[in-house]
């Protein structure tokens, strides 16, 4: 019997409408246990998070090479391009739409807090991470650029198994387990009600913003279709499972597993996958700027406050600073970087010219010790034995022969 496979799409759908269904009428002290295992689930992706980022661009960066430089600026470079493009065409949208469709609302300042209105899990286990995602990434890239900058293979072949060990974590744990996480997330927002009464409120910036971010998306895979000759919407089609679960879980990095496998789906290369899309998710803030800047014009055109250019182009600016800061950064420790790979290209041929100036200093050694053996009456002596069968005067020479 053929067995039937289920897309990653199809089960974070699947995982999302079974969520709101079941959390109209699953009685609370069901929900809560599905509330307590996203609890468990989300501190384990936590935890693990810093792990991934560690294992999969550590040795990425290393496998790269001398290269490893050049294309950490290109990719902050198009990041911070993408990002204010996207606060800019955001801004510009919400100008002509929001004004005609949200209304002056005064009840905002009223409303409550809605996490106070969430289920609580039935205990939490405490699971902090070993390090922060920046961490992570700064401690990736430093080890990452010595690696390719250093002939030793010993500290590379641990990341190389370290790295193996993450891809077994995502694919037997995280991936299998994320659909039941993401319907315990939809189902405590449907038990909640609270939440979804501010959904219903922002029901139309919702929609606005799901709009923006697929025209978006659209110009990104079109530019990024036409530069690598494929079809920008079979692209985009490959990357739905990771932005199913991006909504599921509202992390970039806890999509990070599922952004990478799509992307070596779409032809990327896997070392450019693994170097691209763990960075990414940190540093690429064209989705983030995206919400902020379109919740942000919706809450103060709703609250009568004016809106203005001036005010917003600092806002998304600031956000690029932040980039450029972090890019220069990145910038200085490459440049460092550089100058220590080719002084270490000419420490390896110096080590390699003195490793065989001493063996040819051996060898010498071993053909002077030879020479001086053979002017010895020793050597002339058990030549003339071996040779010409020769003895001493009164010594008797016995020679092997048939017995009879």
Do not use: W
Not at 205 to 226: C, D, E, S, W
Not at 344 to 352: E, G
């Amino acid at each position: 019997m053929k067995k039937i496979r289920v897309s990653l799409l199809t089960k974070v759908v699947i995982a999302i409408a079974a969520g709101v269904l079941f959390g109209q009428f699953l009685p609370g002290g069901i929900a809560r246990i599905f509330v307590t295992f996203n609890s468990l689930f989300g501190n384990f992706l936590s935890f693990s998070i810093p792990l991934i980022i560690l294992g999969l661009v550590t040795p990425a960066i290393g496998d790269l090479g001398k290269g490893a430089g050049k294309l950490l600026l290109i990719t902050a470079l198009i990041a911070y391009g993408s990002t204010v493009f996207s606060g800019f065409f955001t801004f510009l949208s919400g100008s002509a739409i929001f004004p005609h469709i949200l209304p002056t609302n005064t009840e905002l300042t009223a409303m409550e807090n809605p996490e106070d209105f969430m289920l609580t899990p039935y205990f939490t286990v405490n699971m902090p991470p070993l390090m922060d995602v920046m961490t992570a990434l700064l401690l990736s890239f430093t080890i990452g650029l010595g690696l390719s900058n250093i002939a030793g293979t010993t500290l590379r072949d641990s990341f190389t198994d370290f790295k193996e060990i993450i891809i077994k974590l995502i694919e037997v744990v995280i991936i299998p387990l994320l659909p039941l996480h993401i319907f315990g997330i939809f189902l405590n927002m449907t038990v909640s009600g609270q939440v979804m009464s501010i959904i219903t409120m922002f029901l139309k910036v919702i929609i606005v913003i799901f709009v923006l971010h697929v025209l978006l998306l659209l110009i990104q895979f079109t530019i990024a279709g036409t530069i690598a000759g494929k079809n920008p919407l079979r692209l985009l089609k490959n990357m739905l499972p990771a932005y199913a679960t991006a909504l599921g879980t509202q992390s970039s990095a806890a999509t990070i597993p599922v952004t990478l496998a799509q992307a070596v789906k779409n032809g990327v290369r896997e070392n450019i996958a693994i170097f691209t899309v763990p960075l990414c998710a940190t540093i690429h803030l064209a989705g983030s700027t995206m919400k902020i800047v379109a919740c942000a014009m919706a809450i103060m055109i709703m609250a009568g406050e004016p809106v203005t250019f001036s005010n917003f182009s600092g806002f998304i600016m600031m956000l690029g600073i932040t980039m450029v800061v972090l890019s220069l950064a990145v910038v200085v420790n490459i440049k460092g970087s550089s100058l220590k790979s080719i002084d270490h290209d000419y420490q390896i041929r110096l080590d390699s010219l003195n490793a065989i100036k001493k063996e040819e200093e051996k060898r010498a050694k071993e053909l002077e010790e030879e020479r001086k053996y053979v002017q010895t009456k020793e050597y002339i002596k058990e030549v003339a034995k071996e040779k010409l069968g020769l003895v001493d005067p009164d010594e008797i020479l016995l020679k092997p022969g048939n017995v009879e």
